[in-house]
């Protein structure tokens, strides 16, 4: 970046147009960016969903090749956890860690912006392999060799495209731990900070640590398939059963990683329209950092069928279910929260109710798969399916809804559509449950995940739960119009916005100023929980 | 400020670079904990002297069960010449299995051994395979090719049958490093 752009940007003018998306430093801008680019991933993701519940609609193959409908289950995976839900909560983090612990921007700007730019590429070289002749991946997002290294021209496309998001989250992790851990500004003791920046700085040591491994997975694959290494390879004195242990050694980090930062939303909003501070606040971060560390010990519950032996199936059953002791204690302590609160219940707290209910659902059937006997039958399953759309879908998703109807006052300055949010949220939550729910049934009656057509007596739940996917497809349009409306006008928002709502970001105009403190605020008599 | 900040993320940068080396520390980690405890059917192998000086035991008889698989782009025909031998515990025995190579040009194989049930490779050992080196076949060629294992009198007594299992693998280069779990280290 020139002198010139440098010296602009301290006197809070900025380029205007396309070069402000650019070259922007700003906190703000970068997470409208991530933002909005999880938006519109949401939306193209959402798309290959569509095509995946419209073959699934009626057994037989009606409008897809089984190849393409491979490669849609597996698009759609990557996309929504690389593409929306990972993006979002950067953005996120982005836009409200520097306002929340009064600091003026992230601690490293540029590198910011480059781990924004460097998705749009990512994603486009992901994309790209959907026109290729021999069309997109189709070996699932998990990348199993031998099934992954079949893949043909597009393989080295989806390695690539996998190594720079993981680039991109590394960055963003170091970007976030240096703000939470150097900027905070004077008072704001890591004991006083807002839950959110708890669960991002937590959720950001998790990606330092767990990301890297990835990369280290998909590089053995593309070693494997072009310069003749054998790490999974049996001819080779390689094993296929060890990518499933360096991909899940990663891979479940990664699913707290997309649910710790959806945790810290919560626990913002649920005080507020509880009217209450948050329960227990040292038990949720307590808990936040237990759940972390586990993380790491209880990655062969994936494989649990893979044939390890005894005691690693016991080890790998209980340090599972141990992750349900903190788990239960966030859910109590936002359920204490509300016990008695003056609750009101606008749409971020709508949203945020049905979290608690649903990703407790989503939880539970996460127990009942961790205990190993009974997984033997539920393994790859819709069973599956269904749990972690529970835990994704009603969980993250909502959980990042609820924080975009909570913010958008403050990011735009004006207030939404408080009848269309509600409209929006009313048909979501009816129709996930009539999408996901039957999935249940039909996992347990024992159709398998990621295949294009069943056998006849899966033909009805399939139906109810295609029809709950387009009802709920169709509501996301909703969202984007009143984030659409928002944006270009509508009532002004007061500077706390919600009557209930605490802590800096609130002591801020709506919209706030393009530099959130440039002298660092007074901590006592703002913070939330004392 | 910068500096706080420098050293943070140049830290940051060392702990994930050191996360991608570890990705790749777990492929020897998995090798040597799979011998240690036998996962995956990685049967041992046992030097001839050390065979000759275990105890047979003849009051007991185990089944050993033989089988064989090829690779799904592996052209040879591959099969055993007794499906099953009652061995007793201790004793060296020998099975023999026959490749013949059904294309009309020279080829390199690789077998992989596997031992079920998992519990069992831990006592199952080969003095001599053909899987610990590639198989290289001219066009049509046959190939009779022994095996002599032992299995170990410490076996536990609940474990009266088990099976070998051989799949051939095509070996895409000669130039490819050998395996280092099948080579005898010595």
Not at chain 1, 365 to 394: E, K, R, W
Not at chain 1, 409 to 433: A, I
Not at chain 1, 515 to 522: D, E, W
Not at chain 2, 164 to 170: A, E, K
């Amino acid at each position: 970046m020139s002198e010139a752009v440098m010296h602009d940007i301290h006197h809070d003018h900025h380029p205007e147009g396309l070069r402000r998306w650019l070259f922007t430093t700003n906190h703000k801008d970068i997470g409208t960016l991530y933002l909005c680019f999880s938006l519109f991933m949401f939306f193209v993701g959402g798309a290959m969903a569509m095509v995946i519940r419209a073959e699934l609609m009626a057994p037989g193959l009606q409008y897809v090749e089984p190849q393409f409908f491979n490669s849609m289950t597996t698009m759609h995976a990557l996309i929504m956890v690389f593409g929306v839900v990972m993006p979002g909560t950067v953005g996120f983090a982005n836009w409200l860690l520097p306002m929340m612990i009064g600091a003026p921007d992230m601690a490293l700007p540029r590198m910011n912006n480059w781990s924004f730019w460097i998705l749009p590429f990512a994603f486009t070289l992901l994309l790209l392999t959907l026109f290729l002749p021999s069309g997109g991946p189709a070996g699932g997002w998990t990348m199993y060799p031998p099934l992954m290294l079949q893949t043909e021209t597009a393989f080295p496309f989806v390695i690539f495209a996998v190594h720079f998001m993981g680039v991109s989250s590394i960055m963003g992790a170091i970007n976030i731990i240096a703000t939470i851990l150097n900027m905070r500004a004077p008072g704001m003791k890591l004991m006083k900070m807002p839950l959110f920046v708890w669960t991002w700085l937590i959720t950001a040591f998790l990606l330092v640590a767990s990301i890297p491994v990835l990369a280290g997975a998909v590089t053995m694959l593309l070693t494997d398939k072009f310069f003749g290494t054998s790490f999974f390879d049996a001819a080779g004195g390689g094993d296929p059963v060890l990518f499933q242990h360096v991909f899940w050694f990663f891979g479940h980090p990664e699913v707290y990683i997309l649910i710790l930062p959806a945790f810290g939303i919560i626990s913002q909003v649920i005080p507020t329209f509880a009217r209450k501070p948050l329960f227990g606040y040292a038990s949720m971060v307590y808990a936040t950092c237990s759940i972390a560390f586990l993380s790491f010990l209880v990655w062969a519950h994936h494989m649990f069928t893979v044939g390890m032996p005894l005691a690693a199936e016991l080890f790998f059953m209980y340090a599972t279910m141990s992750i349900a002791v903190p788990t239960g204690v966030k859910i109590f302590n936002w359920l204490a929260t509300m016990w008695r609160g003056e609750m009101t219940f606008e749409t971020p707290m709508l949203f945020a109710v049905a979290f608690v209910m649903l990703f407790t659902v989503g939880g539970f059937s996460g127990l009942m798969l961790g205990i190993a006997p009974v997984d033997f039958q539920y393994h790859d399953t819709y069973f599956v399916v269904a749990h972690f759309h529970y835990v994704l879908v009603t969980g993250a998703v909502f959980a990042m809804m609820s924080g975009v109807y909570y913010w958008l006052p403050k990011w735009t300055g004006h207030m939404y559509d408080e009848t269309l949010g509600k409209l929006h949220f009313w048909l979501s939550v009816v129709s996930v449950n009539v999408l996901f729910f039957p999935q249940h049934f039909l996992g347990l009656a024992g159709m398998p995940r990621r295949i294009p057509d069943y056998s006849t007596q899966f033909a009805e739940w399939n139906a109810i739960s295609s029809m709950g996917g387009f009802v709920f497809g169709a509501s996301q349009l909703i969202l984007l119009w009143v984030i659409i409306k928002c944006v270009r006008g509508g009532e002004k928002a007061t500077n706390q916005v919600w009557e209930g709502a605490s802590g800096l970001e609130w002591t801020l105009s709506s919209p706030p100023p393009y530099h959130s403190f440039v002298t660092p605020p007074t901590i006592e008599d703002v913070t939330s929980h004392s | 400020m910068l500096d706080k900040n420098t050293v943070i993320a140049t830290r940051l940068f060392v702990v994930s670079i050191a996360m991608f080396g570890f990705g790749y520390a777990l492929v020897p980690l998995y090798d040597v904990l799979c011998d240690v405890t036998g996962i995956n059917g990685k049967s041992g192998d046992i030097s001839l002297a050390e065979a000759v000086k275990l105890d047979v035991n003849n009051n007991r008889t185990v089944t050993v069960e033989f089988d064989t698989n090829v690779n799904n782009n592996m052209p040879w025909s591959f099969r055993v010449e007794n499906s099953k031998l009652q061995v007793h515990p201790g004793e060296i025995n020998e099975a023999v299995f026959i490749a013949s190579n059904q294309t009309n040009q020279t080829m390199t194989g690789q077998a992989i051994p596997s031992v079920a049930p998992g519990v069992a490779s831990l006592y199952f050992k080969k003095i001599e395979c053909f899987c610990f080196t590639q198989q290289t076949l001219g066009p049509g060629e046959s190939k009779r090719m022994p095996v002599k294992f032992v299995v170990k009198p410490e076996m536990p007594e609940n474990i009266r049958m088990l099976t070998l299992s051989y799949t051939f693998f095509p070996v895409s280069s000669p130039a490819k490093p050998e395996p280092s779990h099948i080579v005898p280290s010595s």
